[in-house]
């Protein structure tokens, strides 16, 4: 947050001095502070955690794809990219100075995203401008922090459990954009759970009943919002607000990605290295919001470390396209994450986001943990027919989710994660399920060596920065 204050001094200063220097005086006073609801509009652009340009990283959560047990680095070199091998190892920090630009860049900029829409919140209403854009523009803006502040409490803190959410550390709560001259401490999970849900809960009614029909995949909109809100509730074992927000993203858009008019043999042959439009370009009618930037460009294709695990591999079956889409043979070692790759030199080509499919799966888990099997196997068969080739679902080998085969609670949650894994694979959503899966034990091998994080291990909560914690001396680390 020492970056956070920083910004927050800026845009004080730039707010209240009206002359300091010929300089400033020349200035347009509407470039010091926002006045019409189009400069709030734009100023909210800058919340959102996401390159600006080709050629330029906004570095986010990238390391956690390094540590499931989705991947394997058996590319790795360690002369020429060191960083890989920390997270892999399950290393007790990732304050290593091989990572870009030497420390987690997570926190800074989830925290910048929140200043820029508490300065939003805090202010718009004072702006000029028509009362239904700054009512759409306040309520994205409670989304925004909502999701940054999602964003936060599952990288730095325990999952949630309403047991212990409201005694277990969470981070920093700031909702206003002033600066405060003492440390900043810690919240509760429960805390800033409550603070996400009162921003969903009033933030997405505003931009519903007062929607611009924005179609910018780069913020967020009324679908996209609702896909969010889903999210939060799955990852608090609230189903039924689950069901009721997928729902929701599935009425205004149920379009899902279609790999079913190829088959098998143009996949094997055809697909790969930047073959074919990408699962998250943003002209796909499925994608909802894209956000960050590409830091594995480096890691999987120049010179190439990440690869997909064996383990991984091994729950796809015969005929799922998705095997050969996500990802491509690179030697003779196995094959590559594609989904890193969605154009050639673009390092800031987002990889994150949040795609209709994803509605269908978070409903499928929470019909499942609710003792709906049968809704919940439409849910994932629904998402399956449109990932195998049309001609092989005809046959025998296709296999058809059926509440016969599948009587059991537990079997249906499994099949239900498991499609979840596939379809979601390298969209960094993996780890965060794992941990609220109960962090069960993974295990790495590399180099003859073997690498465990044992089941429940404090390692799944990723330790504060270290250039925060010497910044804010009263912040408590998290345990090790």
């Not at 047990?69 to 190892?89: C, G, K, T, V, W």
């Not at 829409?117 to 925004?144: C, H, P, Q, R």
């Not at 212990?164 to 206003?176: E, N």
């Not at 409903?363 to 994932?380: F, G, V």
Request: aromatic share 14%.
């Amino acid at each position: 947050m020492k970056a956070l204050n920083k910004i927050l001094i800026l845009f004080c200063l730039l707010s209240t001095i009206s002359s300091c220097d010929d300089a400033l005086e020349e200035e347009p006073q509407n470039k010091l502070k926002p006045q019409t609801v189009q400069d709030y509009d734009e100023l909210l652009n800058y919340g959102y955690p996401t390159t600006r340009d080709y050629g330029t990283q906004v570095p986010l959560d990238y390391y956690v794809e390094m540590m499931t047990d989705d991947m394997d680095i058996r590319y790795f070199n360690q002369d020429a990219l060191e960083y890989p091998i920390h997270p892999f190892s399950f290393e007790t920090t990732h304050e290593h100075s091989s990572m870009i630009n030497g420390y987690d860049q997570a926190w800074k900029n989830f925290y910048q995203s929140i200043y820029y829409a508490n300065v939003v919140i805090d202010n718009i209403e004072s702006a000029t401008g028509g009362l239904d854009l700054k009512a759409y523009i306040k309520g994205e803006a409670m989304v925004l922090r909502a999701f940054s502040y999602f964003k936060l409490i599952n990288l730095y803190a325990k999952p949630y459990n309403a047991g212990t959410a409201s005694t277990d550390l969470g981070v920093p709560l700031k909702l206003d954009p002033t600066v405060q001259a003492e440390s900043y401490t810690r919240n509760t999970v429960q805390e800033i759970y409550d603070q996400i849900l009162q921003d969903l809960t009033q933030g997405i009614p505003l931009m519903e009943e007062n929607d611009q029909r924005i179609n910018s995949k780069y913020k967020f909109t009324p679908s996209s919002a609702n896909l969010l809100a889903s999210r939060v509730a799955l990852y608090m074992e609230d189903y039924e607000n689950t069901i009721e927000y997928a729902t929701k993203v599935i009425e205004i858009n149920s379009s899902l990605f279609d790999l079913s008019g190829n088959t098998m043999e143009f996949a094997q042959t055809s697909w790969g290295y930047g073959q074919g439009t990408h699962y998250l370009n943003e002209n796909n009618n499925n994608v909802l919001f894209l956000y960050g930037s590409n830091e594995f460009y480096s890691y999987v294709f120049w010179p190439g470390s990440l690869a997909l695990s064996d383990d991984f591999t091994s729950i796809f079956e015969p005929g799922d396209l998705r095997y050969y889409y996500f990802s491509y043979v690179k030697g003779a070692l196995g094959r590559v994450p594609f989904k890193f790759r969605p154009f050639p030199n673009r390092l800031g080509e987002p990889i994150r986001g949040m795609r209709v499919e994803e509605a269908y799966l978070n409903r499928a888990e929470a019909y499942a943990m609710t003792d709906r099997p049968e809704l919940a196997l439409d849910d994932i068969n629904y998402v399956r027919s449109f990932k195998f080739s049309s001609s092989f679902q005809e046959n025998s080998d296709y296999f058809n989710y059926t509440p016969e085969e599948y009587s059991t609670s537990e079997s249906v949650i499994a099949a239900v994660r498991e499609e979840r894994r596939r379809e979601l694979f390298a969209e960094f959503h993996r780890w965060y399920d794992l941990r609220r899966y109960g962090m069960p034990e993974i295990v790495h091998e590399h180099n003859n060596e073997t690498f465990i994080l044992p089941q429940g291990d404090p390692r799944y909560i990723l330790q504060i920065p270290q250039l925060e914690l010497d910044y804010n001396p009263l912040m408590e680390r998290n345990p090790r």
